[in-house]
């Protein structure tokens, strides 16, 4: 039987915020240091910024940009990464057990920013492990404070005379996590993060400010967490945040192809914890959602080497660098399904990371920059998945899995651009080994023509892309797709994301 869905544009989700595309860069591995950063690469420009990858950045829509971490903020001393290069210090990075050399610092991640272009936006994480609310405000002077003061006048000295501007901003990491440096209960960083939220709007009131959630939804202190957090912080932040990463486990492929529903189970259990703190709280406030790190991560492989040898103290190593797969794009698909779908609380979120670290684009130091499979399906969303969400309601043929048990094979969701009226619809097959027929009806949509129908499927799910065979993988063209009579049909491939283009 053919997965069957409707859409009516009466029935919006909401509108995507364009910091839905947002992705990171941390001080982890080669994600800065001959990832977006190699002075010595032949296309290095005059700052030092390789353009091979600038022009892949550019292509992949990426708009927010997190930095300086991850698990590295919670050692960050941000005045060690500013003013003369030669003078700044090489320290040793505990989340990473590396050696940070201050080389990229926060005058060059903001540069880095105008070059990517006018969408990039940063969002700056603060120190709330070894640190607190005087260097979080020391922070906040020399970057976005005019002049006229100790800390604005020095970046100034150090040669940028504009303020950073900086207004989306992480109150610390992943403080619930136990291998966070300065890792604290949910009472603890509840009043930290307020105490700081406080501090940094006696600044500037109009900061944009991120409270930081849960690691992962299978963290023993989810739920309650947030919960006690947000009680102490419900009327100082704006966002509370998520970070979810997936893998298959012991060969479960279905169940890694279902990633999707733990992740929407996620987004809707953190919605329902704030609506019930501002239940609470007679508050008419929303808290929304800022899931700034998703993705695929073989987080097995990396606690394999956690804590080897190999990983004494070096500069820029080889770290979390993924290789990612056609099964591994599908299932990234499928997430930004997830993320779009919830579009109306959702309203940051970070694909983690850009460079090399669980990354769309892999380098190599003086040699090519290429894009993973994952590439696509981003640079696709980012491109097409702007407008308003239009509410999907599948029904589908359904498959059974370990995890999640019964299942829809169809993920979807579309989008639709309110200027032009063209509706995108992006969908996931989720059986490994069948197409899935797929019938929408349109309801008051003026849509006459099938503009393309793009797909990233692959006789082998475990195809990548790899320096020596870069363009192994990439997205093609799928005939026989039609629109008649207010119906678009289609057959999506086995294993594939697919993008279907209305006008
Ligand atoms: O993105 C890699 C790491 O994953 C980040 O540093 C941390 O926040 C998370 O655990």
Do not use: Q
């Given at each position: 039987a053919p997965a069957r869905f409707?859409?009516?544009?009466?029935?919006?989700?909401?509108?995507?915020?364009?910091?839905?595309?947002?992705?990171?860069?941390?001080?982890?591995?080669?994600?800065?240091y001959t990832g977006i950063y190699e002075p010595d690469h032949p296309s290095a420009d005059e700052s030092g910024l390789r353009t091979d990858v600038l022009e892949l950045i550019r292509e992949l829509g990426?708009?927010?940009?997190?930095?300086p971490g991850g698990n590295f903020v919670s050692g960050y001393k941000w005045e060690d990464s500013v003013g003369p290069v030669d003078e700044r210090p090489r320290r040793l990075d505990l989340a990473w057990r590396s050696t940070e050399t201050n080389r990229f610092g926060l005058s060059e991640y903001i540069a880095f920013l105008k070059k990517v272009g006018p969408q990039a936006e940063p969002m700056m994480a603060i120190n709330l492990g070894t640190r607190g609310v005087a260097e979080a405000l020391e922070l906040q002077e020399y970057a976005n404070h005019p002049a006229g003061t100790a800390l604005s006048d020095l970046r100034v000295a150090h040669g940028d005379k504009d303020p950073f501007g900086i207004r989306l901003w992480c109150l610390g990491n992943e403080m619930d996590g136990p291998w966070q440096t300065g890792h604290k209960t949910a009472d603890e960083y509840g009043r930290l993060a307020a105490e700081t939220a406080r501090a940094m709007r006696q600044i500037d009131p109009e900061l944009e400010l991120v409270a930081c959630g849960s690691s992962s939804q299978a963290m023993p202190t989810f739920a309650e967490w947030e919960a006690k957090v947000l009680a102490e912080t419900y009327d100082l932040v704006d966002y509370i945040s998520l970070h979810a990463y997936y893998q298959p486990h012991d060969g479960d492929i279905d169940s890694f192809l279902a990633s999707a529903v733990d992740m929407e189970s996620?987004?809707?259990?953190?919605?329902?914890?704030?609506?019930?703190?501002?239940?609470?709280?007679?508050?008419?406030?929303k808290i929304n959602l800022s899931?700034?790190?998703?993705?695929?991560?073989?987080?097995?492989?990396?606690?394999?080497?956690?804590?080897?040898?190999?990983?004494?103290?070096?500069?820029?190593?080889?770290?979390?660098?993924?290789?990612?797969?056609?099964?591994?794009a599908v299932v990234f698909g499928s997430l930004l399904i997830a993320l779009l779908r919830h579009a109306d609380r959702v309203t940051v979120a970070c694909l983690a990371q850009l460079v090399n670290v669980i990354a769309p684009i892999l380098t190599e130091p003086g040699g090519p920059a290429w894009k993973q499979t994952t590439f696509f399906p981003f640079s696709q969303a980012s491109r097409y998945g702007r407008g308003q969400v239009l509410d999907v309601r599948v029904d589908s043929p359904t498959y059974e899995t370990k995890k999640f048990g019964s299942v829809p094979l169809l993920h979807a969701t579309a989008v639709r651009d309110p200027e032009t009226g063209a509706v995108t619809v992006f969908a996931v097959n989720r059986s490994q080994t069948e197409p899935l027929p797929l019938e929408v009806a349109l309801n008051g949509l003026e849509l006459t023509n099938v503009v393309e129908h793009m797909a990233l499927a692959d006789a082998d799910p475990e195809a990548k892309n790899t320096v020596d065979e870069p363009e192994r993988v990439t997205p093609h063209t799928v005939t026989g797709t039609a629109l008649q009579d207010g119906t678009?049909?289609?057959?999506?491939?086995?294993?594939?994301?697919n993008v279907i283009r209305l006008a």
């Open positions: 409707t859409l009516d544009p009466a029935f919006a989700v909401g509108d995507v915020n364009p910091r839905l595309f947002g992705s990171f860069v941390e001080h982890l591995g080669r994600c800065v990426v708009t927010t940009i997190r930095y996620f987004i809707e259990n953190v919605v329902a914890t704030c609506d019930h703190i501002g239940a609470r709280l007679k508050s008419k406030k899931f700034d790190e998703w993705n695929v991560w073989y987080t097995t492989e990396w606690h394999e080497i956690e804590n080897s040898a190999a990983r004494d103290w070096a500069e820029a190593p080889r770290l979390l660098e993924n290789n990612y797969s056609v099964l591994d678009l049909t289609a057959t999506l491939e086995p294993l594939s994301w």
